[in-house]
């Protein structure tokens, strides 16, 4: 399914970010960084190509390494996210170990991450002392391929002969077919409910091993047959937004992340909510208000960061960006002076709105040459053109 883009064919986002000044350009990954503009932000999607990177395709690890090489020469640059930081959610083992010690209480609520063991292609885990069926496997890599979708449900330990990939096996929670997608951005996340598999218990008939496709389970529209009976636009449960807000903060601070989603399905006997699984960057498919969440971070790291920005602050902004772009990968650029300061209102959620709202944006006098002096840019690598997937 579609989700919203993040792209420079996406004239709509373009035309309300270029209303705050914010430029869409290309960053070549095939040419050094070092001869582009100077960046002082990195945004990217990477994730992909980092996952390329590490099966060994050799353009992709060139792509990788420049943006390594240019950060590692230029640490004030503010990347996001960091590459390390998106690393650790490229492997679902390494992802699941990282999240295991977030376990909290919040309006009586326990949020907590199923048990799971790391199970190599063709062997029966180790130890399944804390796990028992039926399990979900899932295929380690967890970004970059359609393989990073695909599952199986096993129901004894000669199922997992027959899953013919290295995969992590997570305890199967029973939840009424509801899954809900946290998507956070910097300070902001929305919650959409999705479908999701029915319960299954070990006293089924058949007890062979179910392979599947997560997309084909729960995306908006999707009507397989492993969906459950309830309707999740009829049903009344709700993720509790106090709870969501908590998942989201502790999820920012341990993984050190502003783009992500967190998918979570509350157990039905328990009323345990579980942490099945974390994406960077994901889709945002119904996340309202996206492009505004997206600006205010991007404002918000630029500030926090500490650019020289002739006056730019938490109270008062007077920088421009320009928006421009192509297919292949983007970058934002701000100029440092585009813009004198606003007349009237200049905080952070006016000049926000005010972009959101493709109002123009008051100034006080005319631009002068002398006023840009620096040119701060905010570059996107490798950013899909078309729909972002989860």
Do not use: W
């Not at 990195?42 to 950060?71: C, P």
């Not at 783009?259 to 309202?288: M, T």
Request: hydrophobic share 40%.
């Amino acid at each position: 399914g579609s989700s919203r883009a993040f792209s420079a064919s996406n004239r709509h986002f373009l035309l309300r970010f270029a209303s705050a000044g914010i430029e869409l350009v290309s960053i070549d990954l095939t040419k050094p960084v070092e001869d582009q503009p100077p960046f002082d932000v990195i945004l990217h999607k990477l994730s992909d190509l980092m996952t390329a990177s590490d099966r060994g395709d050799s353009e992709a690890s060139k792509g990788v390494a420049l943006i390594e090489a240019y950060v590692a020469r230029h640490p004030k640059v503010v990347v996001l996210d960091p590459l390390p930081n998106v690393r650790k959610l490229l492997n679902r083992s390494v992802c699941y170990t990282e999240i295991k010690g977030i376990c909290f209480s919040v309006r009586d609520v326990t949020v907590c991450s199923p048990h799971f063991t790391t199970v190599p292609i063709g062997r029966s885990p180790d130890d399944l002392t804390e796990l028992s069926f039926p399990l979900v496997c899932k295929h380690l890599i967890a970004h970059g391929s359609r393989e990073a979708h695909q599952m199986a449900i096993v129901f004894n330990e000669e199922g997992f002969k027959e899953v013919d990939f290295p995969f992590v096996a997570q305890q199967f929670i029973n939840h009424s077919g509801l899954l809900y997608k946290i998507f956070v951005v910097g300070k902001r996340h929305f919650v959409v409910k999705r479908p999701s598999l029915k319960n299954l218990t070990l006293n089924r008939h058949d007890k062979s091993t179910i392979f599947f496709h997560s997309h084909d389970v729960s995306k908006a529209d999707a009507s397989s047959e492993l969906n459950g009976i309830v309707d999740p636009i009829e049903d009344h449960r709700q993720l509790d937004d106090s709870v969501a807000s908590t998942i989201a903060e502790k999820f920012r601070e341990k993984l050190g992340l502003s783009l992500f989603g967190v998918d979570v399905v509350i157990e039905d006997e328990s009323n345990r909510h579980c942490i099945i699984d974390v994406n960077f960057f994901p889709g945002y498919e119904g996340f309202a208000s996206f492009e505004r969440a997206v600006l205010e971070l991007l404002l918000d790291q630029t500030v926090r960061a500490g650019k020289p920005t002739n006056g730019l602050s938490s109270n008062g902004y007077q920088n421009g960006f320009n928006l421009s772009g192509t297919a292949n990968g983007c970058c934002l650029k701000l100029h440092n002076g585009v813009h004198p300061p606003l007349n009237g209102a200049g905080s952070l959620d006016d000049l926000v709105s005010r972009s959101m709202s493709r109002s123009p944006i008051p100034v006080t006098g005319q631009r002068s040459a002398t006023t840009v002096n620096r040119t701060v840019n905010l570059a996107v690598n490798h950013l899909a053109s078309g729909p972002v997937h989860t």
